[in-house]
């Protein structure tokens, strides 16, 4: 068997070929709130939370006035920013909705409450915010037992700041 991943690995950032590299990153900036940390003339771009170097790459290369991949084909299924808090959520929630775009889906899973929508670019995205281990429901033999249960919204937007 192989051995497991150590349990401090993560997954550092994400980078996404997109269309139109302002639109991204007027989505990603502009609503979102993640700092546009550098861009490389028309084709790149560098995103993050708190002056990291960069949570988020965008970039025109290969895909400049391109299409959404269609539905029912392979390809990445969503991008998920992780909040500190209810509060936080809500907030990026606000953002989104204040911003015109649809929410397309909200989840609690018992483990974590998520909102889903997507991108100028068609690429999926999901907010959502953890809770506490000792909160995730589990069966009689401990083992995790997730569930897919609506998530309220308006209670949600009514939480921000």
Request: glycine share 12%.
């Amino acid at each position: 068997m192989t051995q497991p991943v150590h349990p401090a690995a993560s997954i550092g950032h994400v980078h996404l070929k997109v269309s139109d590299l302002d639109r991204a990153i007027g989505f990603y900036s502009g609503v979102l709130g993640f700092e546009l940390q550098q861009k490389f003339g028309s084709g790149a771009a560098f995103l993050s939370a708190g002056g990291y170097h960069h949570h988020i790459g965008l970039n025109t290369w290969e895909s400049r006035g391109g299409t959404a991949p269609p539905k029912g084909h392979t390809g990445l299924y969503h991008t998920a920013f992780l909040y500190p808090d209810r509060a936080q959520l809500a907030d990026a929630v606000r953002r989104v909705v204040n911003a015109g775009y649809p929410i397309e889906g909200a989840a609690d899973h018992g483990v974590s409450e998520a909102v889903y929508l997507s991108d100028p670019d068609g690429n999926g995205v999901e907010l959502y915010r953890d809770r506490a281990p000792d909160e995730w429901p589990r069966d009689a033999d401990g083992a995790l037992a997730m569930f897919n249960a609506p998530l309220d919204v308006a209670a949600l937007l009514a939480e921000a700041p």
